[in-house]
């Protein structure tokens, strides 16, 4: 008898077909008009003994950040040996049956597929994800005897996401400001979340949404994503398709940044189109503050959005997607 893994995404995404408000149901827009290659920095400009080669390096990413809200790197220091090892894992764990998801406790019941909050078709997230806290990888009673292996090579990558994050952080800081105050408020890894993805291959149609558009609500985010491709940004209003590179991550800056830059740096709108024939795997490492740090301006210029705390930010976003089913995000806190 065959277990079948996949989560029952055609019947509920079915189901709202069928509502009354949705006799003629309004997909997104896919048209996408050019292929793009996102800004390409090589980290290793960040250890040149030479400062001018630093200090170009640092600029890069800090250009990225304020006029794409994305960017790739290489020589990030995270080994293809370790990324693989996290592939296979993230497999084997999404190819367990659908009920063990679910039920099983796994990963502090963090698995989720689809978007239960959706009251129309065109919301409806064709995926299945882990959402885990960074603080539970370590906790053995999350994973039973069949995962072990899965700890410990998560364990490790989310340990080399954060020291990533935490350089990128830096430099995006220092060219704004000094506080070192607002580093280590950034750099709280214990509240960051580590989130694996799969997107199954969708038989029915080539344009459906594997996650819906949507901007992120942490600081930054780095993606390790395979080569199947999928992943669109808004550039210059209009979809643009970001063209997989396989010795890249991919970082894009979060809300959080974008309110505490003053809107120097953008958090961009970005979504996943689900595969007709192949299914899509990646990784997401989401930097986040404590629930109670203060987000404030770095400008000593009159500030565009009022203070606010992370836990504030999430409550309110949670409040607007039960009431409206979709995110509004940083107009809410605008002075």
Known sequence: MLVDSNPPLLHNYGALLHKPSNKTPQLHENHVTEECQLPLIDLDGLNSL?????????RAIC???????FFQVVNHGIS???????????VKLFSA?????????????????????????????????????????????????EFTSLREVMEEFSAAMSNLSKVLAEVLINDLSNQEEALEDICESSSCFLRLNRYPACPFSPEMIGLVPHTDSDFLTILCQDQVGGLQLMK??????????????????????QAWSNDVYKSVEHKVLANEKTERYSIAYFLCPSYDSLIGSSSTESSIYRKFT????????????????????LSRFLI
């Open 310 to 329: 992370f836990g504030e930010y999430r409550s309110q976003i949670q409040e607007d997607v039960k009431k409206l089913g979709h995110k509004v995000g």
């Open 97 to 145: 049956p659908f009920d063990k998801k679910q039920n099983a406790g796994l990963l502090n019941n963090s698995y989720r597929f689809g978007t239960p909050t959706a009251t129309h078709a065109s919301q409806y997230s064709w995926s299945e994800a882990f959402h885990i806290p960074v603080s539970k990888i370590s906790d053995k009673s999350c994973y039973g005897d």
């Open 63 to 69: 250009s990225a950040s304020s006029e794409w809200g």
């Open 80 to 90: 293809p040996q370790l990324i693989e090892k996290m592939r296979r894992e993230q």
């Open 50 to 58: 030479d400062m001018i080669h630093r200090l170009e390096c640092a």
């Open 236 to 257: 210059d209003s209009k979809w643009v398709a970001v063209k997989p590179n396989p010795d890249a991550l991919i970082v894009n800056i979060g809300d959080l940044f």
